[in-house]
């Protein structure tokens, strides 16, 4: 007589399970590495550069101008899809900015005025200097628009650098680049705001502040509903885009009033997964229910506010920010690159572009800029005794970081397509962004290797 053959054990896993896990687990662990992000956004450069220099080229920019839009009623709203990218889902890249400014300020290395003071420093000269480089080749109309472009700094490219040598610098210095990074990116927004500005909607601009003033009325209500906070998002979102101020600004806006108090504390927590663990072993043992989330409608219930519960120990901001992390940095800004990244040198004159002063401007400003702005300020911010070196960071090593600085592709090229609306000087630009970001990068890499060499981080 045939004998069934038993089914798999609990926690075993199936055939097509061990299959798909030999194939996504190592993806997986690809995308939860601290480069990955900075990788993907290179390779979709790369591709993009590739696309614009073939027969491609013409369909794939046509492409991105093809309208798209939302209506219901007389209520309308058109952009082409190159504008949907930029003004729509780069919000949700400065949402994850503004989460990642207001963590720092809160609980970082921001949150006291010694540990801010070298990095706000170094992100006021790394700002200040290229912006200063730039206008002096640049100082007429309509090229002296693009000074905002050279003063970012691209946090994903330069702390993915940094992590290659993570086994050779000390940590220190990852989080000086990045506190850096983040106050660059601050000052960047001001910019944004101040001076990338046309004329004003006065109307929309009032309802933006309406929504705004509600959102930190929520906030201050102690309301912990994320739903609340995306509903009244988008509009602020689209009064923002209606007001005349950049669209992105809004994401910013709405970090800010995003709560980063979980509505249990960590005491709470511990006492409440004690209380309904005791109830599900009991449920577990019990002879006479039943032992299976599946049938047992009561395993199933604390089963349910364990996990609610796991969520009100965590803040708003910190699940926000977890839960666009990936999304921003997978999709949207490899899309941005799509959009925006495509330079056609075909037929172009390389040496004449290389020379212009919209290109020199940029490129200079980012590479030797930005090692003067950061280094410089930076020096002299110790040397007043107004901060003081991480520990364990020397001087040659800061201005390995100050080299990393003038990576500035992702904010770099998001300004000038505010900068310029002239295609020849928007390509200049971009140009100047990709020069001056790629020497940064090598020259920081080589210039860590040296400082290095035959050195391992001890701490």
């Known amino acids: ?21 030999t194939v ?44 798209a839009g939302l209506s219901f009623g007389s209520w309308g ?93 000390p940590r220190a210095l990852t989080v000086f680049l990045m506190a850096l990074a983040i106050a660059d990116d601050l000052g960047a927004v001001l910019v944004i705001a101040l001076f990338y500005t046309d004329a004003l909607d006065q109307a929309a601009l009032l309802n ?25 998002g988008v509009l602020l979102w689209y009064f923002t885009l209606r007001s005349g101020i950049h669209a992105t600004l809004a994401g910013v806006l709405l970090a800010f009033t995003i709560p980063a108090r979980p509505r249990h504390t960590p005491h709470q927590f511990d006492a409440r997964v004690s209380q309904l663990l005791a109830a599900f072993r009991a449920h577990r043992d019990d002879p006479n229910t039943a032992s299976d989330l599946l049938t047992s409608h009561d395993m199933g219930t604390i089963a349910a506010s364990l996990e609610h519960d796991a969520k009100a120990v965590q803040s708003p901001l910190q699940r926000t920010e977890h839960g666009l992390g990936a999304p921003v940095a997978f999709v949207i800004l490899p899309l941005f ?80 397509q505010l900068a310029f609306k002239d295609p020849a000087q928007l390509e200049f630009a971009k140009i100047g962004i990709l020069l001056g970001s790629a020497l940064a990068a090598v020259v920081g890499l080589a210039w860590l290797l040296l400082c290095t060499r035959g050195r391992r981080r001890d701490q």
């Open 24 to 67: 996504v687990s190592p993806l997986e662990s690809f995308l939860r590495r601290a480069t990955a992000g900075g990788i993907v956004l290179v390779a979709t450069t790369l591709l993009t550069l590739g696309i614009a220099n073939s027969y491609l080229g013409a369909p794939f920019a046509h492409f991105w101008e093809l309208g």
């Open 77 to 169: 709203l058109e952009q082409s899809l190159h504008h949907w990218v930029n003004d729509g889902l780069m919000a949700l890249f400065f949402l994850v900015v503004g989460l990642e400014l207001k963590r720092e300020v809160l609980v970082g290395e921001l949150s006291s005025l010694k540990d801010a003071a070298l990095p706000v420093f170094a992100a006021l000269g790394g700002m200040l200097i290229p912006a200063l480089t730039y206008l002096w080749l640049n100082p007429h109309a309509p090229q002296l628009r693009g000074w905002g472009i050279p003063m970012a700094t691209d946090i994903a490219f330069a702390i993915g650098i940094l992590v290659l040598l993570a086994s050779r610098v």
């Open 208 to 232: 933006a502040a309406l929504v705004l003033g509600l959102l930190i009325l929520l906030n201050r209500g102690g309301v912990r509903q994320r739903l609340a906070y995306s509903v009244l």
């Open 337 to 416: 690159a799509l959009a925006n990244a495509g330079i056609d040198f075909r037929g172009t004159d390389l040496a004449a572009s290389l020379g212009h002063s919209i290109t020199l401007g940029i490129a200079l400003g980012l590479v030797l800029g930005k090692f003067v702005g950061i280094g410089g300020f930076s020096w002299l911010a110790v040397r007043l005794g107004i901060a003081r070196l991480p520990h364990g960071v020397s001087w040659p090593l800061l201005f390995g970081a100050a080299w990393l600085g003038g990576i500035g592709f992702t904010m770099s090229l998001f300004i000038s």
């Open 1 to 21: 007589m045939n004998q069934r053959k038993p089914r798999l054990a609990a926690g075993e896993p199936y055939p097509l399970e061990r299959l798909f896990g």
